[in-house]
Nanobody
């Protein structure tokens, strides 16, 4: 059974940083593509960052240069380092590995 557990969300002032973590179990982590999505109130879920099994990354234009996705295969954990946060980064952040999704973690950026 696959489990994805996100952590690291919270309330931060604009300009601050957060690091999200997503610990996975029950999935072939080291060869899997994975990503982070977010959903703001009243908006569709959108891709924030993606990481292929071979290490290629892709980012939404709105977060390029501020966010970084990475993985630790030994810990079966994927991270999203978020710097220079803006109020428009507010939303629920979800990790996904293959077709599986975590429960989401709330990120709120205040002005």
């Amino acid at each position: 059974q696959v489990h994805l557990v996100e952590s690291g969300g919270g309330l931060v002032q604009a300009g601050g940083s957060l690091r999200l973590s997503c610990a996975a179990s029950g999935v072939a982590f080291s060869i899997s593509a994975m990503g982070w999505y977010r959903q703001a109130p009243g908006k569709q879920r959108e891709l924030v960052a993606a990481l292929t099994g071979s290490g290629f990354t892709n980012y939404a234009d709105s977060v390029k240069g501020r966010f970084a996705i990475s993985r630790d295969n030994a810990k079966s954990t994927v991270y999203l380092q978020m710097n220079s946060l803006k109020p428009e980064d507010t939303g629920v952040y979800y990790c996904t590995i293959r077709s599986y999704w975590g429960q989401g973690t709330q990120v709120t950026v205040s002005t």
